[in-house]
T-cell receptor
Framework: GDSVTQMEGPVTLSEEAFLTINCTYTATGYPSLFWYVQYPGEGLQLLLKATKADDKGSNKGFEATYRKETTSFHLEKGSVQVSDSAVYFCALHTGRRALTFGSGTRLQVQP | EAGVTQFPSHSVIEKGQTVTLRCDPISGHDNLYWYRRVMGKEIKFLLHFVKESKQDESGMPNNRFLAERTGGTYSTLKVQPAELEDSGVYFC?????????????FGPGTRLLVL
């Protein structure tokens, strides 16, 4: 079956540090890939997505590139801010409509 | 445009009681999904409605869970009787179109605690 593996958190960084959150996947078929973010006290929000190999999704300074050869979709940001503190979820869907999520990575950015 | 809304935001009940969660999708969205996150683990799919019909309910854990979507608008998820392991956050999501680029919009979730 489909699965998503994320690096375990929490990840603690200082403001303006570089962020990478690793995500790898296993899927039957050709998935679309997503990063969702959950800020404290809020629901899940779509951060970015990519629907085919080599596509780069980007939003709010975050980027992730769909790497089919390594089955990865790592999330990166060049300079994190305190306001980026949240839980980040990597997810995919294939022909089956349901999203398959990773376990989430908590990011804590310190001033 | 209003987003996906869920009610209640929190619920604390005792084992054996009944709880009903409600989700109002974005207006015009035919697809409605329920997911849950238990004990800080991954978010898992429960079921998918297309309008008022259940398209996929393969993620429903057992027959204590009953989901309905009256008239293809809002949806309810009833847990009866609730067990301790049902505690978690229940998310609802909706989308307009199916396909590779489908984006599911999530509500804030209902935090359920069964004591």
């Amino acid at each position: 079956g489909d699965s998503v593996t994320q690096m375990e958190g929490p990840v603690t960084l200082s403001e303006e540090a570089f962020l990478t959150i690793n995500c790898t996947y296993t899927a039957t078929g050709y998935p679309s890939l997503f990063w969702y973010v959950q800020y404290p006290g809020e629901g899940l929000q779509l951060l970015l997505k990519a629907t085919k190999a080599d596509d780069k999704g980007s939003n709010k300074g975050f980027e992730a590139t769909y790497r089919k050869e390594t089955t990865s979709f790592h999330l990166e940001k060049g300079s994190v801010q305190v306001s980026d503190s949240a839980v980040y979820f990597c997810a995919l869907h294939t022909g089956r409509r349901a999203l398959t999520f990773g376990s989430g990575t908590r990011l804590q950015v310190q001033p | 445009e209003a987003g996906v809304t869920q009610f209640p935001s929190h619920s604390v009940i005792e084992k054996g009681q009944t709880v009903t969660l409600r989700c109002d999708p974005i207006s015009g969205h035919d697809n409605l999904y329920w997911y849950r996150r238990v004990m800080g683990k991954e978010i898992k799919f429960l079921l998918h409605f297309v309008k008022e019909s259940k398209q996929d309910e393969s993620g429903m854990p057992n027959n204590r869970f009953l989901a309905e979507r009256t008239g293809g608008t809002y949806s309810t998820l009833k847990v009866q009787p609730a067990e301790l392991e049902d505690s978690g956050v229940y998310f609802c999501a909706s989308s307009q179109e199916l396909g590779r680029g489908e984006t599911q919009y999530f509500g804030p979730g209902t935090r359920l605690l069964v004591l």
